[in-house]
């Protein structure tokens, strides 16, 4: 694998920090794109080159593809955020935001890689959730991100193949990552603006749900991602999708039940 090289996005923490460590260990070149210089030098003290790359910024997403080169065999888009809230309470540019990163900015950067990945027949994966399948209450802005990236694979796995560029992704649950810390948190300031008898509508529920959140603990270890990763990059016939963690694949089970008792099953969890 040393001569191969692979771009990780959103690499400073969580799992694309573990996707790029594992990768080094596996003798790939990577490059780990982040957004600030704290975060390179960390990079770079564990063997992964890093690469200034805000998925929002079209000049840096344009440098970034020049520094990579005209051959890459590899791209991992994983750059993400989550806003958490009811979908009602969701100040309209906060879900813009949402898609912006987690949806414009995945397709930005696989445009700007493409012709790199083309002449590699590299492999694309990006990075989903089980919320691209199973969007659960409270989580809409973030699920609603998932499902299109869900579109994006199936439309590019194709769109693709006469090229030979695989694409999958990659779809855990819940994972001990900072980004569920930096949505609660995130959660809170934007319940502090609106008026508090709208949020006392949602405030018993809402509750609920961080309180069965809690109860689960803090997820999956992010190198169990970082494997799924791996495989969907050096697989002889890589899968279109790859569920990580058991809960991926109890709520990709509850997704198969009949719509009402699906819902039924969601409400009974956030009134028991």
């Not at 949505?183 to 008026?195: H, K, S």
Request: hydrophobic share 50%.
């Amino acid at each position: 694998m040393a001569d191969r090289a692979v771009v990780v996005t959103g690499a400073s923490s969580g799992i694309g920090k573990a996707c790029a460590f594992r990768l080094v260990r596996a003798g790939w070149r990577v490059y780990g794109g982040v957004r600030d210089d704290e975060a390179a030098e960390r990079l770079r003290e564990r063997g992964v080159e890093p690469l200034r790359l805000d998925v929002t910024d079209a000049e840096e997403i344009a440098a970034a593809a020049e520094r990579v080169g005209s051959t890459l065999h590899g791209l991992v888009a994983n750059a993400g955020i989550a806003i958490a809230a009811p979908l009602e309470l969701v100040p309209l540019e906060e879900l813009r935001r949402q898609l912006e990163v987690n949806v414009v900015g995945q397709v930005a950067v696989t445009q700007a890689f493409l012709p790199a990945l083309r002449a590699a027949r590299g492999r694309i994966v990006l990075m989903g959730s089980i919320g691209g399948r199973s969007a659960l209450p409270f989580l809409g802005p973030y699920a609603a991100s998932k499902h299109a990236l869900e579109a994006i694979a199936d439309a590019l796995r194709v769109e693709l193949r006469p090229w030979g560029v695989e694409v999958s992704i990659v779809e855990p649950a819940s994972i001990a990552t900072a980004i569920w810390e930096k949505g609660a948190a995130r959660a809170e300031e934007l319940a502090e603006l609106v008026a508090p008898e709208r949020r006392e509508l949602y405030a018993a529920r809402v509750a609920r749900f961080r309180e069965i959140a809690l109860a689960r603990g803090p997820g999956a270890d992010p190198d169990a991602v970082a494997r799924a990763v791996e495989r969907a990059l050096t697989a002889t016939r890589p899968r279109a999708r790859y569920l990580v963690g058991r809960d991926a694949h109890l709520r990709a089970w509850i997704e198969r039940l009949p719509t009402r008792l699906r819902d039924r099953v969601l409400e009974r969890a956030l009134t028991e």
